[in-house]
Antibody, heavy 122, light 106 residues
C-alpha cells in the first residue's frame, strides 16, 4: 500500500525558510524511474507544481520559484525534503507531496499525501 | 511561462454530459492529465496520457485530444461528480496545472 504524508510547521514568519518533509511507504526512491513531487494550493486557488526529484537524484523546479526551492531525498529514511526560502504571505497554501504514475514525462501524480496547510504571517 | 487555460465553471443537470476543455500550445506534443478535487480533499487522477483511465475510475470519465485542446468528458453526470477539475501537462521544463474548472451539478 502506497502512502505519503507531509509534515512541517503550520506557521512561518515572513522572510523565514520553510522546510517540509514528505515521508512515504510502499515504494522506494532507489527504484529506477521513481520520483516524488511537491505541489501547493493557496486557499481557494489552483494547484501549482513546485518541484520533482527522481531516483537518480535528477531534480526539476518550477522556473518561477527555482531560486527559492531546494528538493532533496533520503532514500534510507523514505523521505523527500523541500525547502523554500524567503517566505511571504502569498506562499500561504496547502502543500502536497505526490508520487507520479510510472516514469514518463510529464509526470502524472497518481498518489497524493493529505496535504499540510502552511500559513505565512507575522 | 507556459499556461493551460480552462473555463472557470461548467454546469450540467444530472444524467447529462459535461465537457471541460483545457487549451495549451504544447498539448499537441505533450500528454495531458486530469484531476478531480472535492472540498478538503487531495486531488485524484481521473485521466492520464490524454485518454487513459486509471483503475477504479468510473467509465463515465473519458478524455480526448485535438490540436491544442484536450477535453474531459463526463457522461451521465452524477451528483457525486460535483468538484473542481484540473488539467495538467508540461512544456520542456515546466510542469503546469490549469486554473481549474468548477463543475456544478444542478
Amino acid at each position: 500500500q502506497i502512502t505519503l504524508k507531509e509534515s512541517g510547521p503550520t506557521l512561518v514568519k515572513p522572510t523565514q525558510t520553510l522546510t517540509l518533509t514528505c515521508t512515504f511507504s510502499g515504494f522506494s526512491l532507489s527504484t529506477s524511474g521513481v520520483g516524488v513531487g511537491w505541489i501547493r494550493q493557496p486557499p481557494g486557488k489552483a494547484l501549482e507544481w513546485l518541484a520533482l526529484i527522481y531516483w537518480n537524484d535528477d531534480k526539476r523546479y518550477s522556473p518561477s520559484l527555482k531560486s527559492r526551492l531546494t528538493i532533496t531525498k533520503d532514500t534510507s529514511k523514505n523521505q523527500v525534503v523541500l525547502t523554500m526560502t524567503n517566505m511571504d504571505p502569498v506562499d500561504t497554501a496547502t502543500y502536497y507531496c505526490a508520487l507520479p504514475l510510472g516514469s514518463g514525462y510529464p509526470p502524472a501524480f497518481d498518489y497524493w499525501g493529505q496535504g499540510t496547510l502552511v500559513t505565512v504571517s507575522s | 511561462s507556459y499556461e493551460l487555460t480552462q473555463p472557470p465553471s461548467v454546469s450540467v443537470s444530472p444524467g447529462q454530459t459535461a465537457r471541460i476543455t483545457c487549451s495549451g500550445d504544447a498539448l499537441p506534443k505533450q500528454y495531458a492529465y486530469w484531476y478531480q478535487q472535492k472540498p478538503g480533499q487531495a486531488p485524484v487522477l481521473v485521466i492520464y496520457k490524454d485518454s487513459e483511465r486509471p483503475s477504479g475510475i468510473p467509465e463515465r470519465f473519458s478524455g480526448s485530444s485535438s490540436g491544442t485542446t484536450v477535453t474531459l468528458t463526463i457522461s451521465g453526470v452524477q451528483a457525486e461528480d460535483e468538484a473542481d477539475y484540473y488539467c495538467q501537462s508540461a512544456d520542456s521544463s515546466d510542469v503546469v496545472f490549469g486554473g481549474g474548472t468548477k463543475l456544478t451539478v444542478l
